[in-house]
């Protein structure tokens, strides 16, 4: 199993560059990109709720707090975009340093809440601090300058930004296998324990906290670039919730499976946008209990498991492996168990 | 760097590739693709469906027949298309949507647009693919503003419009005193700001003016507090809309502040919202409406068509949207060319009468539609005649008064 294992995991990775580089030959490339910023939010999410065990409900300050400021140092100084990008990864993660700090020391739903009360303070200063955001008209007109090239085309800028996103979701899969990673993990299956071997469990959670904002912020400043504007949907909570959604559909602590769910969300999205339904949130909803019932750990994580069952089921062996297996991919089995 | 590299290495490719394909399709026809398309991009399916949504659809269709009736073989093209996607009141979608109508659907203009990020989000869009965008259902002086350009225009009413329409007329027929209340963001901000301009300037006086958390379901502080006010208050203006709007005049009435001496004027009110609270709910308050569809006789012979085919009678959007879609057929017609460049020249300036713009003129400055708005008061129940005539209008204000100066901020 293990053999098989190894010889899965670069087709798949290869199958994964293939899918990404090919997106916006099959959808329309402005919807692309949008599944591929979707995808990156998603995977620093599952950072932090499939392997350290948090569930934030307040990305969308990070995820906006970064369209904004990428936006702002975009139109106020002209930069070329990567720049713009990168500074507002670094505001999320700065951003986040305070919130988590204060975060951190709370469980389970008392932590969900105070994130979510901090998303909504930075919706209100964002709401109400108009000079600088333009208010509930967003802040429009966000150039996407590099070193004079033209990117006004969706498909060039999609080729433009994938690298961004491919380098957040590698330094995801680094950080999560990293021995950090598994300290990470170590810490949501057993707090007291990790605290007991001598981790400083809560600066652990804090870090992880800080990643995983500055991740989501790449992903919103890219997204802010590639839309040209900000707007108050980015830091509103209904985009903490989406995000949620994308990692819970796709498979918690998969980190892969957030980029189905997010595809899943934006396609969705754009589907019934001009598929003439009144009723799009009773569509959305439908669809979304029907995937939650019948892929329990979500669309990759079930998949991942009934390809698992298949590997043992032909060669019985495969069962003696199991405990090796688990070593393999630790972040699967705990996760329901939980 | 080397992603960078990479980056730039694809589009390269990507580049020549697209330039095998997409090239300039050629050919002699003087409309592209050999069809007009008119694109309705507004709210289907949340807040604002009622009030402009499918029927707003409906509205440019039969705009649409009354161009081709008109011109019949003279026009410039037999095939015109409208199509319709709904953005959920999203910027995002409505940017992504706007981009797909433009390029893959050939829209040559897009319409509607309600939420005022939506459409500056689509104003953007037009402006970089050079295609026209007539905005309808959004409010904000932005549009014609800062965040003004060459293809767009903003056709119905804007915050100023409705703040000054209402603002100075009720204060100059003796409602000296004022007491408003306006939701917390943007709109509200801006209606603030241009209602209480309107009212000094009429010689009346803002007594006090209380921001309200958007949205909100309770008001009994506001309410409770208007009638101690010193001095006190004869008119409460509420600057809210929609669902919050519906709320506020539910507690207004309850606590029966019209027995009270405090009368009630609307920032901005829809027929729909008359029809969902009920015209006893409203009677009496004072507003600014665009269009009334049983204004005058022009005005219902058109609402008759549409009752006939959408079971309701249009609101000024619905009418406004009519009338945008006409007036876009018309320039193309006198332009003979959808070509976006040639089309803005033939809307520019126009002055023209239509079934929703009286006394019209596209101002070239900024773009904006200048045409008599009404001052209007709902009727109470005992005077409502037949179904949906809710409105007595009290006057007409001028289309040189109703709107403001070009604003220098402005640069198409």
């Known amino acids: ?338 | 760097m080397k992603a960078l590299g990479r980056a730039a290495a694809v589009a390269a490719v990507g580049t020549m590739l697209a330039g095998c394909g997409g090239g300039p399709g050629g050919g002699g026809g003087k409309i592209s693709d050999g069809r007009l398309v008119l694109a309705v991009l507004n709210d289907q399916s949340a807040i604002y469906a009622d009030l402009s949504g499918k029927n707003s659809v409906e509205a440019v269709k039969m705009a649409v027949a009354d161009y081709k009736a008109k011109y019949g073989d003279k026009a410039v093209t037999e095939n015109i298309d409208v199509i319709a996607a709904d953005h959920q009141n999203k910027p995002d979608i409505a940017n992504s949507k706007a981009q797909e109508l433009y390029d893959r659907q050939k829209a040559d203009t897009i319409m509607d647009v309600p939420t005022s990020s939506a459409a500056l989000a689509v104003a953007n869009i037009a402006k970089t693919k050079k295609k026209v965008f007539i905005d309808i259902g959004a409010a904000t002086t932005a549009l014609t503003g800062a965040n003004c350009n060459k293809y767009t225009f903003h056709y119905g009413y804007n915050t100023y419009m409705l703040a000054h329409g209402t603002g100075s007329t009720v204060t100059k027929d003796g409602a000296k005193n004022w007491y408003v209340v306006y939701p917390d963001y943007a709109f509200g901000q801006d209606m603030n700001k241009s209602f209480s301009t309107a009212v000094q300037g009429a010689g009346g006086k803002i007594v006090k003016s209380d921001p309200a958390p958007f949205p909100n379901d309770n008001f009994s502080t506001f309410l409770l507090k208007a009638p101690g006010l010193s001095p006190k208050p004869q008119v409460l203006g509420t600057m809210q809309a929609g669902g919050d709007l519906v709320n506020l005049v539910k507690q207004y009435n309850e606590y029966k502040l019209r027995d009270k001496g405090i009368g009630l004027a609307v920032g901005l009110m829809f027929l729909t919202d008359i029809h969902s609270l009920g015209a006893d709910a409203l009677a009496g308050t004072k507003f600014t409406d665009p269009w009334y569809w049983n204004a005058d006789q022009g005005n219902r012979a058109w609402a008759d068509k549409f009752l006939a085919k959408t079971g309701k009678r249009p609101t000024f959007a619905h009418a406004a949207n009519y009338s945008a879609a006409l007036q876009y057929l018309d320039a193309v017609q006198r332009a003979g060319t959808d070509k976006s460049d040639d089309v803005v020249k033939q809307l520019e300036g126009h002055k023209f009468e239509d079934v929703f713009a009286k006394n019209a003129t596209i101002r070239a400055q900024d773009h904006l539609l200048l045409h008599d708005v009404a001052l209007a008061q709902v009727k109470p129940s005992s005077e409502v005649k037949e179904p949906w005539d809710y409105e007595k209008i009290l006057k007409t204000i001028p289309a040189d008064q109703a709107f403001q100066q070009p604003d220098p901020a402005c640069k198409l």
């Open chain 1, 1 to 338: 199993m293990i053999l098989s294992k190894l010889a899965a995991r670069p087709v798949l990775l290869l199958f994964g560059l293939v899918a990404a580089f090919a997106l916006p030959w099959l959808i329309y490339p402005p919807v692309a990109m949008d599944i591929a910023c979707w995808a990156l939010f998603a995977a620093a999410l599952d950072l932090l709720l499939g392997f350290t065990g948090l569930l934030s409900f307040g990305h969308a300050a990070f995820w906006g707090g970064a369209a904004y400021a990428a936006g702002l140092i975009a139109v106020h100084w002209g930069v070329p975009f990567p720049v713009a990008v990168l500074g507002g990864a670094l505001f999320a993660a700065v951003l986040a340093v305070p919130i988590g700090y204060l975060s951190v020391r709370l469980r389970g739903i008392y932590f969900a809440m105070v994130t979510l009360a901090f998303a909504q303070m930075v919706y209100f200063v964002v709401n109400q601090w108009r000079d600088l955001t333009g208010g509930e008209n967003g802040l429009q007109g966000v150039p996407r300058e590099f070193f004079g090239m033209d990117l006004s085309d969706p498909f060039f800028f999609y080729y433009a930004g994938l690298p961004f996103v491919l380098l957040g979701l590698f330094a995801v899969w680094r950080i999560v296998r990293s021995p950090f990673g598994r300290v990470l993990v170590s810490i949501r299956d057993n707090p007291a324990r990790a605290q007991a071997l001598g981790y400083p469990v809560e600066r652990y959670k804090l870090l992880a906290f800080v990643l995983s904002a500055g991740l989501s912020g790449l992903a919103g400043g890219l997204y802010a670039i590639s839309h040209g504007f900000a707007s108050l949907h980015e830091v509103y909570w209904t985009t903490s919730g989406q995000a949620v959604m994308a990692v819970v559909l796709g498979g918690i602590g998969t980190l892969w499976g957030g980029a189905i769910g997010a595809a899943l969300i934006v396609e969705l999205n754009d589907y019934l946008a001009t598929a003439g339904f009144t009723e799009t949130g009773l569509v959305t909803g439908g669809i979304f209990v029907v995937i939650v019932l019948v892929f329990r750990r979500g669309v990759w994580g079930t998949a991942r498991d009934l390809i698992a069952a298949r590997a043992a089921r032909r060669s019985p062996a495969a069962g003696t492996d199991s405990a090796a297996a688990q070593v393999e991919a630790p972040d699967r089995q705990e996760v329901t168990a939980r």
